[in-house]
């Protein structure tokens, strides 16, 4: 999966001379917590605003200043004050994966999209938290196993076999931590079928249970 593929379109923008008070009704609005920061006169981006930006600068509920006085004070302090001016971005064509690593190296919650480089789209930790929901197969109801396997050659071909052989179907699979480690959803077949199919294959069967998938609406 690539970035283009589950990004956010035509991202919400504000611009550099927008105050701190309509840049946070914006975000509010919108429900976003960063804003892209474009340019009106050549409409390329500047910068990037986020939620944390905005309230850093926003008077503590604490403070003496009377309500006339912060919104007078606010209305000053316009977005170009507080925005990041080298923002971290990524191509429409990178993996997906890509923009997270990305994002937790930088410890950010957020990247601009580019596409020759103008500004595409953007995504967020919600987009990437959405995909691992779907590669894990977190709405679907069925059978969850952790097991750990060997290097050789071919034993996921050999598992799936044998799953597929008493009628189960495998929806989500994936390998984490030094790639001896497996985590798959089953469905089709009930848990000690699963068991049964796939014990004798792997090292040690490290967690099995039943997933109830999403509530019904």
Do not use: C
């Amino acid at each position: 999966m690539l970035v283009r593929d589950t990004m956010s379109r035509n991202p919400i923008t504000t611009w550099p001379g927008a105050s701190v008070p309509d840049a946070l009704k914006v975000m509010q609005g919108s429900k976003v917590r960063q804003l892209p920061v474009m340019d009106p006169t050549t409409n390329k981006m500047v910068g990037i605003v986020s939620l944390v930006d905005l309230f850093r600068v926003s008077p503590s509920p604490a403070t003496s200043l009377s309500v006339w006085e912060v919104d007078y004070l606010l209305e000053k302090i316009t977005v170009e004050k507080v925005m990041t001016r080298d923002v971290i971005t990524v191509d429409e064509d990178a993996p997906v994966e890509q923009a997270g690593r990305i994002m937790a190296d930088n410890k950010i919650s957020g990247l601009p999209v580019l596409r020759d480089g103008g500004l595409v789209g953007i995504i967020t930790e919600s987009h990437l938290f959405n995909i691992l929901l779907e590669l894990f197969a977190a709405r679907t109801a069925g059978v969850r196993v952790t097991a750990k396997i060997s290097h050789e050659a071919g034993v996921l071909a050999k598992i799936t076999g044998a799953i597929a052989a008493v009628g189960g179907q495998i929806e989500a699979l994936g390998l984490h931590g030094d790639s001896q480690t497996v985590t798959f959803k089953v469905v089709h077949i009930s848990r000690d079928e699963v068991v049964k199919a796939v014990q004798p294959l792997v090292i040690e069967m490290l967690d099995v249970r039943e997933s109830a998938g999403a509530p019904k609406k």
